[in-house]
C-alpha cells in the first residue's frame, strides 16, 4: 500500500513479525530494518517467534503509549513486545492481548532442523491465569495472534496437513474467553490473509486500518448501518 507512516504512528502487529523467528544475526537484520522506520511497532507474538523475554538483551519496560509493559532492546527502542497475555490501554480503549498459538508445521520444521519454540502456545497455567485476569471484563478491542475455534477459516487450511492432528488448544481457549467476556472488536492474525470473519471479529494480513477505523466501522453495524 501507499500508506507513508510518521514517527507519530503506532502500528500493531498481530504477529509473524519475523523479529524473533531464528534466534540468530538474521534476526538482527530484520530488526535493523525495522529501527530505520520512523514509526513505533508494537507485536503481538505469533507461534513461530520466540518469546520476546528469552532473547538476550530484551528488558521489560513500561510504556506510557500502551499503559503497561512491553518488552524492548535498547538497540531497536521502535520495536516493542506486548506480553504473552495482558491488559493494555491504547488511546483510552482497553485492550486485551494474547499472543502464542500452534504451528502446524511443527514436525516438518523438526525434521528440518528448523526453529521450533515449544513453549509456543500459553501453557496450563498461563491460560488459568489469563482467564481470571480477563473473565467477565469488558474490553473495546482484543487483539490475539490465533482466533477463538469457531472462527477458524477452514478455507485456508493447508490440504497437506492433517486437520486432526492440529492441536486447538489456543484456539478453544480463546473460545471459551470469548464467550465470557464484552468486546467491540476481536483482531486477529496467523491465517494468512485480510477479511471479516465474523461479526466484531477482523483477520488481518498485510492490510493497516486506523483503530478507531474499526471501532467505527462495528458501532455503526450495531446501529443499523450494516
Known sequence: ??????????????????????NDKRDKYTKQIISKLPSTFY??????????????????????????????????????????FGIYYIDGKSVAVIGGAYSVDKWYRIQ??????EDEQLSDAERDECYK???WKSFDVVLSHTCPYK?????KFLAQIDQSQVDTTMERFLEALEENICYRVWLFGHYHDDRIEAPHAEMFFKDTEKLDSILERWDNYEKGDK
Open 43 to 84: 507485536m503481538v507474538r505469533g507461534n513461530h517467534a520466540m518469546r520476546p523475554q528469552n532473547v538476550k538483551g530484551m528488558e521489560l519496560v513500561y510504556d506510557e503509549a500502551v499503559g503497561g509493559e512491553v518488552y524492548m532492546e535498547s538497540e531497536y527502542p521502535n520495536i516493542k513486545y506486548f506480553k504473552d
Open 1 to 22: 500500500k501507499d500508506e507513508i507512516y510518521t514517527e507519530d504512528d503506532n502500528i500493531i502487529i498481530l504477529g509473524d513479525d519475523g523479529c524473533n523467528f531464528f
Open 112 to 117: 528440518c532442523g528448523w526453529t521450533w519454540w
Open 151 to 155: 472462527w477458524r477459516p477452514v478455507d
Open 133 to 135: 485476569m480477563m473473565g
